[in-house]
């Protein structure tokens, strides 16, 4: 199965900046997922990223808080804007496979 | 709207006893069940993918199963190393991703 590299894996920010997240994977994909995991809850899917198009919002994200890159088949990025405490969560993408899907490390989120 | 409902939300077991977690689900049309496992810090390791009711896998410790309404994930004498949280997921008919519950935090005491 294919291999993601999340980064960072974890960091501190102040309130009102935005970080970006990246995900690289070692093969090509069509699609790739972008979760997130607040304290003590489940995942919660924030968007679907297919390259060569504009990624598609679940209810409650928006692109202006979350906008998407998918420039190519093996990259993405995430970016949380104009951050908050309450977006102080897990960020995880994701992408499908044969075996299943398959989840970054994660980007652990702490907005002060 | 796709439901899925762990339970216990925690358990705690002693080296070897075994035990069952349980995922009830509610979707439209089931193109699959996942489970899988995860570590403090670290992202959801795939364990397995159930398709259709009475499919039964297994891993090691680990056996899954799978109804029209809910899959077991039954730990057979389980050891410390096992302790983790595991998550539950079904993809809908149609679906690309997968809607997941809130987990079973799992501790195997020595």
């Known amino acids: 199965s294919a291999v993601i590299s999340q980064k960072p894996s974890r960091d501190i920010c102040q309130r009102g900046t935005s970080l970006t997240i990246q995900c690289q994977v070692d093969?090509?994909?069509?699609?790739m997922f972008w979760y997130r995991q607040q304290p003590g809850q489940s995942l919660t899917l924030i968007a679907t990223?297919?390259?060569?198009?504009?990624?598609?919002?679940e209810s409650g994200f928006v692109i202006d808080k979350f906008p998407i890159s998918r420039p190519n088949l093996t990259f993405s990025t995430l970016t949380v804007s104009n951050m908050s405490p309450e977006d102080s969560s897990i960020y995880l993408c994701?992408?499908?496979?044969?075996?299943?899907?398959?989840f970054g490390s994660g980007t652990r989120l702490t907005v002060v | 709207e796709d439901q899925v409902t762990q339970s216990p939300e925690a358990l705690r077991l002693q080296e070897g006893e075994s035990s069952s977690l349980n995922c009830s689900y509610t979707?439209?049309?089931?193109?699959?069940l996942f489970w899988y496992r995860q570590d403090p810090g670290k992202g959801p390791e795939f364990l397995f993918t159930?398709?259709?009711a009475g499919e039964e896998k297994e891993k090691e410790r680990l056996k899954a199963t799978l109804t029209k309404k809910e899959s077991f994930l039954h730990i057979t004498a389980p050891k410390p190393e096992d302790s983790a949280t595991y998550l539950c997921?079904?993809?809908?008919?149609?679906?690309?991703?997968?809607?997941f519950g809130t987990g079973t935090r799992l501790t195997v005491i020595p």
């Open positions: 093969s090509q994909v069509t699609m």
């Open positions: 979707v439209s049309g089931l193109r699959g």
């Open positions: 997921a079904v993809q809908a008919t149609g679906a690309n991703n997968l809607f």
């Open positions: 994701s992408l499908g496979g044969l075996d299943g899907y398959t």
């Open positions: 159930l398709y259709s």
């Open positions: 990223a297919n390259q060569g198009s504009e990624a598609t919002y």
